[in-house]
């Protein structure tokens, strides 16, 4: 497993964490070239190496063509980034973060997410800051996102909408559940748009904890400040855990009986969405003989807090049981397979360098199976044969 840690000494942008991404790895023509696919004309990016405070660092800027004549609403940056020839790992990406973004502007501006009209956020740079940084994490291989707390700035910036405090109160909607560290810095640390990437895409972590460090990477901030660099590490790496036999998670847990089913499915997709490793649901009889749901969500101890709020706001439960516990867990790996129709990832969990299951990834073969016609289980089969051939494997 591959993870990125976000290291935000100095806050995070959108274009902190292009920049970051690029300085471990990322090759500036790829990325333009899979942006391309957004079907965006009117915006060039350049990428130049700078230091602050004697560190080496990649500045990235987007350049338009001309200022952009207006913002615009979800409804329109979802139809861009679905209708692009991106991977659908980068659209669910992408649209998760634009969402989530979209629900905190809702909730400041006391309306629904679909009337949302983004301005700062809406115009092309935002769409190539969030869509881009997305691509370089599946460039970069990566699997898992963590992040240190979130530093919050001080005093007041001037947006669409006129003077407005600092932290700007849409980043203060985002990073609910997340740890902020409030700090004596005249200016803005964190963006909206590096506030609803980094609040959507990572897990919070204090420091890196046990971890196998294998390159990093600054992104250089437009600001200087006088007390620090403005820069963004992120440092790409393997947990030592990897191949520990057992693992602890949390486990949170309640009875509704007073839900209508209309309710679950939201719920779980936003518990999903917040890092649960796994939510169902359970049939069972409570008092006054009535039929009810027991809600089981396991997730990572330091998720535990966020997703019992996400339970108390999309429920109508009062109450969780929550206990910790142990599990074993087999070490991963992700290999792609070519088919007839397109590349397949395969799933392979091992024990002691023995593979114990193989298995290819169902949303791949469920997006060839529906652009060819091939039936689901033949895209399946195809894609195991193809892994035993060239695996050796009988």
Same mark, same amino acid.
């Given at each position: 497993?591959t993870i ?5 000494f ?11 991404l690029?300085? @471990?790895?990322?090759?500036s ?12 004309s009117?915006?060039s ?6 230091q602050?405070?004697?560190i ?12 952009p004549?207006? %913002?615009?609403h ?14 659908d790992?980068?659209?669910t990406?992408?649209?998760q973060?634009?969402?989530r973004l979209a629900?905190?502007e809702?909730?400041?501006?006391q ?8 301005h ?5 740079d935002?769409i190539?800051?969030?869509v ?6 599946e ?23 006129g ?7 849409a ?6 559940g997340?740890?902020?560290?409030y700090?004596d810095?005249? %200016?803005?640390?964190?963006t ?9 895409l990572a ?9 196998h ?7 250089? %901030? ?12 992120v440092?790409?790496?393997?947990p030592v ?7 602890k998670i ?7 009986d ?6 679950y ?5 936003r518990?999903f ?8 649901l ?15 969500v ?6 535990e807090?966020? @997703?019992a709020?996400?339970?108390f ?22 290999r792609?397979?070519?088919?007839p129709?397109g590349d ?8 002691g %360098?023995e593979s114990?299951?193989v ?5 791949d ?8 016609g091939?039936p689901?289980?033949?895209v399946h089969?195809t894609a195991?044969r193809r892994?035993?051939?060239?695996s050796?494997?009988e």
């Open positions: 497993m990125a840690y976000f290291d935000c100095s806050g995070i942008s959108g274009d902190m964490t292009l920049g970051a690029s300085a @471990c790895g990322v090759q023509d790829a990325l333009i070239s899979e942006l391309g696919k957004l079907k965006l009117g915006w990016m350049q990428t130049k190496p700078v602050k405070n004697g080496g660092a990649v500045s990235v800027s987007v350049e338009l063509a001309e200022p004549k207006h %913002g615009r979800l409804p329109e940056i979802e139809e861009i980034i679905s209708q692009s020839e991106l991977s790992r980068v659209k990406q992408s649209l973060v634009f969402r629900d905190a809702a909730n400041v501006h309306t629904t997410p679909d009337k949302i009209h983004f700062e956020v809406g115009a092309i935002a190539v800051d969030i881009g940084s997305c691509i370089a994490l460039m970069l291989g990566v699997d898992e996102v963590r992040s240190s707390a979130l530093p919050m700035g001080r005093g007041f910036i001037e947006c669409a909408h003077v407005i405090p600092l932290p700007a109160p980043v203060l909607e985002l990073v609910k997340f740890p902020v560290v700090q810095v005249e %200016g803005e640390l964190v909206p748009t590096g506030a609803a990437l980094i609040t959507t897990q919070p972590k204090v420091g890196y904890g046990e971890f460090p294998r390159k990093t990477g600054y992104g250089a %901030g437009k600001r200087e400040f006088p007390d620090r660099p403005n820069l963004l590490r440092t790409i790496g393997d855990q990897e191949n520990q036999p057992t693992d949390a486990i949170l847990e309640t009875n509704i007073d839900l209508s089913p209309q309710f499915g939201p719920l779980m997709e518990l969405e917040a890092g649960a490793l796994d939510v169902y359970t049939s069972i009889q409570m008092k006054k003989n009535r039929p009810g749901i027991l809600l089981n396991i997730c990572p101890p330091d998720l807090e966020s @997703c709020r996400i339970i706001e999309e429920s109508s439960a009062i109450g969780i049981r929550r206990s910790l516990s142990d599990r074993f867990c087999l070490k991963r790996d992700i792609n397979v070519s088919t129709w397949v990832r395969i799933k392979i969990a091992y024990q %360098g114990l299951n298995m290819p990834e169902f949303e073969v469920k997006r060839i199976a529906k652009d060819t091939i689901l289980k033949i089969e195991l892994y035993r051939e060239s050796n494997v």
